[in-house]
């Protein structure tokens, strides 16, 4: 599973420090079921069990804390596509992955840095249909179900990455509000780079960069 993915086709992959020790996890919580409540060997087992959650929230934030702080340092727009995560999770089969990869928590990394190192910040809203629309010409192609990770433009016939595609629209959506005054007043547009995450899948975009 993928994070991030840039629109120069750029992938970073998720971590996945829950699913590594997941199975110690259970274990872990299996033997904590089994003590009596009270008892000096539950409260040995509890804090083995939390000590777990620890190391996977640590691995995590970890995770978090050096992408974006290499997004805001490399780029002077950020732009993010707005995303239901609350109603994402719900999905059973996707609640746990979506979960583990922290995606509200790097948007607020995001945000904040954003204003300590003075970066454009912006928010692409949800339902701009930057998976329906080909970034080459323009044109929508309908909406795709999430198993459809590659398609072909009906229009001009280019063959899209789904999340490359959808980043590379988000920017486009993103640089048409990105014009800013330099130093003599002039009018420029800034250089950016955009991550974005896909409305409904488990894999996030970005471009030289943009996000969710």
């Known amino acids: 599973m993928d994070f991030a993915t840039f629109d120069d086709g750029t992938k970073v992959k998720a971590p996945k420090p829950l699913k590594k020790k997941l199975k110690r996890l259970r274990k872990l919580q299996r033997n904590l079921s089994r003590k009596v409540k009270g008892s000096k060997r539950r409260e040995v087992a ?37 995303l239901n995560v609350s109603g994402m999770v719900k999905n059973r089969k996707l609640a746990r992955a979506i979960s583990e990869l922290g995606w509200r928590s790097f948007r607020t990394m995001l945000e904040a840095k954003a204003e300590i190192y003075g970066r454009d910040f912006r928010v692409i809203d949800r339902w701009e249909p930057t998976s329906q629309k080909c970034s080459c010409c323009g044109e929508k192609g309908g909406k795709k179900e ?16 789904r999340d490359v595609n959808a980043s590379k629209n988000i920017l486009s959506v993103a640089e ?25 899948s488990t894999t996030p975009r970005c471009k030289q960069l943009s996000l969710f």
Do not use: M, P, Y
Not at 146 to 161: E, G, M, P, Q, Y
Not at 176 to 200: F, I, L, P, Y
């Open 146 to 161: 999430l198993s459809v990770r590659k398609w072909t433009c009906l229009f001009c016939n280019t063959i899209h990455d």
């Open 46 to 82: 509890r804090k083995k069990v939390a000590k777990l959650h620890a190391k996977i929230k640590d691995s995590r934030t970890d995770f978090l804390h050096k992408l974006s702080t290499k997004v805001i340092r490399e780029n002077q727009l950020i732009a993010l596509e707005d």
């Open 176 to 200: 048409g509000h990105s014009e800013t005054q330099n130093g003599r007043g002039d009018r420029h547009k800034t250089t950016s780079k955009v991550v974005a995450v896909d409305e409904a």
